[in-house]
């Protein structure tokens, strides 16, 4: 059995030979570009060792895990657009670095050559492959437009957060670890077992995501605390908070969320409401809810412990992270 450290290696390794220096160079070299980026490469990773997990054939397994990167970059690409986000990993995104019609397009062509990447693996599981591919695909836009939708209501409920997250987030976690445990011919329980940790998973990795951006250290953080607050983004934190406060408190926080004046005196404000209301201790009762699932989940996966070792470990680490 493989470590994370081992597979990210393996996995960087075979990412490196994908040859972008193809013409018309506009369109190929931003798609080099943001995968030159960097990550860690975790979706990838989550297809290879579940296939290594039931003792699966890593070189079958690795053509989907390299579309699988692929997919999930064009649409952090996309993202960057809708979202007008400058910088992603550090550097310039691509609708900045170029303009948002080659954005477009060269994300377009990476959804095409995830499927060339995807159409690479053993015929006899392609047709479930690509099923579950193309159904996760669907779910990650629609959980995109309910997140564009959420930033025109007031009444968004938690459930309809959860719901969100799971599908823009989750899915593709879940997604990961049920190709490739499938590609190594695993028992369908357990492929079951291994698709809800992945989506357990995903939502506690979302909730601490949203925990950090009010309660995180910028130094480690790697980008500025505060910045779902500043631009009223529809987060557990703020859609807690909204649908927790009355009287007084939800007039404040109202009027924090009109204003558009004094940036830290808003974060500090709207961060001192949530510690009021506990949202904090919320958050994390959320989150330890989703990672304790999860780990039942794994749990329930019939194989020895010795092999369940590098997702429990990843889990604990998603958790205890405070980047």
């Known amino acids: 059995m493989k470590t994370f450290a081992e597979i990210q290696a393996l996995f960087t390794e075979e990412l490196n030979k994908l040859d972008w220096s193809r013409k018309p160079v506009g369109l190929y070299e931003p798609i080099g570009y943001i995968l030159a980026l960097g990550g860690k490469r975790i979706r990838p990773a989550l297809v290879l060792l579940a296939n290594d997990m039931f003792n699966g054939n890593l070189k079958e397994a690795m053509p989907a895990a390299l579309a699988l990167e692929v997919f999930h970059n064009f649409t952090l690409l996309h993202d960057d657009i809708m979202d007008k986000a400058p910088i992603r990993r550090g550097r ?120 950090l951006d009010v309660y995180g250290d910028e130094k480690t953080f790697g980008k500025a605390i505060g910045g779902d607050i500043l631009c009223n983004k529809k987060t557990y934190m703020l859609i807690s908070a909204l649908n927790t406060a009355d009287g007084a408190t939800k007039r404040e926080l109202e ?69």
């Open 92 to 211: 310039p995104t691509v609708h900045v670095k170029w303009n948002d019609n080659t954005a477009i397009l060269s994300g377009d062509t990476m959804l095409i050559e995830a499927y060339k990447l995807l159409a690479q693996v053993p015929e006899r599981h392609l047709k479930a492959t690509l099923d579950i591919f193309s159904k996760t695909a669907c779910e990650i836009c629609e959980g995109q437009q309910y997140d564009m939708e959420f930033e025109m209501r007031q009444n968004v409920s938690v459930l309809e957060y959860m719901e969100m997250i799971r599908l823009k987030t989750a899915v593709l976690l879940g997604m990961a670890l049920q190709v490739g445990a499938d590609l190594a011919d695993a028992p369908q329980a357990d492929i079951e077992e291994l698709y809800q940790f992945g989506i357990n998973i995903g939502l506690a990795f979302q909730l601490k995501d949203d925990y």
């Open 255 to 323: 009027r924090w969320l009109a204003d558009s004046t004094d940036n830290a005196a808003k974060i500090s404000a709207v961060t001192g409401i949530y510690n009021t209301l506990r949202i904090n201790e919320k958050c994390e009762d959320a989150m330890n809810i989703y990672f304790q699932k999860a780990v039942a989940n794994l749990d329930k996966i019939n194989i020895i412990e010795a092999k369940k070792h590098e997702l429990r470990t990843l889990a604990e680490r998603l958790m205890l992270r405070n980047e």
